[in-house]
């Protein structure tokens, strides 16, 4: 550390960091526009200026920008100078020149960091009375709102939608002395991660369009610490409610997961939480029922005996856990399909015995050579193809390193590195959003990537199996990935789930470990489907066709499915024939589906924003998340309505888990894999009360005054020590408890400041969560030997694989407003060669025969698909229960194609 002297005072400051950026850190206020800790420095707005001083001699001093000087030894500098106070006042003054007096309308009125900053610096009125410089607004799609006469010219907006984030329909657009920061002409942001700009953005140019639909100040917002279900990365969020609606998402920094920023998914796909789709009563074969009378008729089903479970990889622990206690862990089974729990149990396995560390998103930022196997990264993992992004920036800092320039002077480091990127290698079925920053890319079928990946492993070290038949150009991508991932210091081998292929995931292993036996440090990423995949993994239950078998076994037994679709596992006419020897179908989920829908009794269960609990992300961090709004009567936790019922049957005594503390207690006692789990979050009686409320909370009468006119007892919350009130203990709370960031004048996201260690580091008290999975320290793991055959295309056939999409793959964000308008399609995709054998063109109808059954779909021509090779979406209705990847047939229209193949 260095001592640098802040008005005088002494203070430890990180030397390899800038003034503005220690000052923060050390708690100091000092505003500031264009600098963003992700972004760094480029010295744009001048608005961080303070008087630095050769040594305590000089009294006359100079102005220097915060951002764009080195936090050296010895430095010396005053915030507190009357001249650098004054020459922030002047900026000030001059972004006000032109600011519209829209404060009390605009959306980001509260939470504005030019608010903050302006009154900071002491600004009160304006000197400028003449006309403003106006610009017309932008329609950028149904999740951003366009504001441009709020710009002030930061390029904040830019820097990340370009820069950071890899974008290119948003830019700066210059005419004399008029900047327009917008796109070139009206239309939807392409951007995966274009909902950050309402948090990148220090103004209220980029404003969230969906809370405009149902807006509410953030002071009148009672917030809650969150996990984002919509994949299996486990990003931090913080969910805001007003009228016992969930009103917005926004992000909450998490060092080791998302940082400081979300995917759209994450950010819009809230809105599900408000579909009109959504169960807010008992259903009793389909006809809506009072809580009582669901209560004794699942009480009835349930001392009838002979009841099994199907659990959900996207309901929490304690759900899964409250089911697996009812029916007992011998009846619970795995609510995914067999091949999908033949590939999340080896991934378990080889994180858990293997010697390579599963990373975190941020060990993704920082390593310096990468190759993805398989993945579709941006559309199933979207923040970790972000992190990705970043990744590719480390291997050529040694360039700048060697020129002497900091890696937060931003610009000096562009400008020096050019266009050079790290090693960054993609094999997968089809082409990402991720290959302008690739230094190769191979499109193959999962077969052939297994090939690959085993054959890097060989030529990494050559006592891993050999792989035979390859060609001389297989040959030279191979000796440039495996010569590039010795070469690095900290690489990194990411693979999942999505091509459907254990040989994939063996085969990224199978790098990972022959790195760590050639001394490299490697670290292993797998991607998982859903928000507690690995959760529901670790619990080790039945395959779900074990379920299905003992239905048939046992006519009279009764099924349970737990927050889970099974239309979207299987073709729904395997299972409506599945279904049928199920005397009693009860169900607990959050919105109708088609199993709802065949279900005698429903019940209905509390969302993320509505109920507490813990996931497992594909790092194997347990998380825990909390409710932010009080939910209705009828609606309540699933671990509740499956507690309840037990009681209600006889089967236990009213004492069983009176809390969420009671419930983990006894799961972590029960299942060694969790024993770590009480820790994620302190319990209800370890810390004072927290207020989900801000100080400035108002209406809590006004919001009731057609009910009473007095204010209501807040309801009590027995399962955390958050309260739905604005009354607060005087202890911090701890980062796992921490509902929103807020200081005094620090009113902004920006916030998250106060709340760092070191700005851009951990939280102060560490980051939420715990790791369940380690790496083995023992030597015994062994290199897999079953390397797969080359693929061989079909006469006739094309190999179907699942391409995924951000909007649409998933299945609760799909339901949201703002996202259902971004759906695609149901398509089928078709090299442009192959089409034309067939005579398809782009936009026609095709008849594709896969599993038994016909559908007609739009052709998209894909010239990145290999031959022999199709591509279905992932996810899509109708496609949604189609087992991929499998053969298909296909034909024109108009020719002769049944379910079972041409005629």
Known sequence: M??????????????????????????????????????????ACRQCAVKQFRDERDTAGKLVMACMTPAGEGTRISITDVEAAAFRAAVIQGLMQNHPHDCPVCDEGGECHLQDMTVMTGHRSRAYSFGKRTFRNQYLGPLVNHEMNRCIQCQRCVRFYRNYAGGHDLNAFRLRDNVYYGRHEDGILESEFSGNLVEICPTGVFTDATLKRHYTRKWDLQMAPSICVHCGLGCNTTAGERYGALRRVVNRYNHEVN?????DRGRFGYEFVESSLRIRHPLFNGKAAIKREALERFGSILSEG?????????????????LRTLVGSDRFFA?????????????????REGPARSASLDDVEHSDAVFVLGEDVINIAPVMALRLRQSVRQAPMRIAAGLHIP????????????DAKGPFFIASPYATKLDDIATTTHRAAPDDLARLGFAVAHAIDDTAPKVTGLSPEWDTMIAAISAALLGAQRPLIVSGASCRSRSVIEAAAQIAWALRKAGRPANLSFTTPECNSFGLSLMEPRALSEAFQSIQNEPTSTLIVLENDLFRRAPASEMTAQLRGVQHLVVLDHLVNATTEAAELVLPAGTFAESDGTLVNSEGRAQRFFQALDHSADVQESWRWLREGSVAAGLNNEAQWQSLDDLITAMAAEIPAFRAIPAVAPSRSAVGKIAREPNRYSGRTAMFANISVHEPKPVDDPDSALAFSMESGPEAAPSSLIPFFWAPGWNSIQAVNKFQGEVGGPLRSGDPGVRLIEPSQESGWQYFTAIPPQFKAQPGEWLLVPIFHIFGSEELSRHAQGIAQLLPRPYVALNPVEASLLGAKAGEQIKVVV???????????????PRGVAGLPTGLPPLDGVMLPAFCKLAPTGAELSARGAS
């Open 2 to 43: 260095a001592t640098i002297f802040i008005d005088n005072a002494p203070r430890q400051a990180n030397p390899k960091q800038n003034l503005l950026h220690a000052c923060l850190s050390l708690g100091y206020d000092l505003p500031y526009f264009c600098w963003h800790p992700a972004l760094g420095s480029v010295g």
């Open 259 to 263: 940082g400081y920023f979300l995917c």
């Open 306 to 322: 002979n009841a099994i479970g199907i659990g959900s990889p996207r309901a929490s622990l304690e759900a899964n856990f409250a």
């Open 335 to 351: 609510g995914v399909l067999d091949e999908d729990l033949q590939l999340l149990s080896p991934m378990l396995r080889i994180l």
């Open 407 to 418: 890696e937060w002077l931003d610009d000096a480091v562009r400008e020096a590195v050019q």
């Open 851 to 865: 599993e038994g059954a016909l559908f007609e779909l739009e052709v998209a021509l894909r010239a990145d698909l």
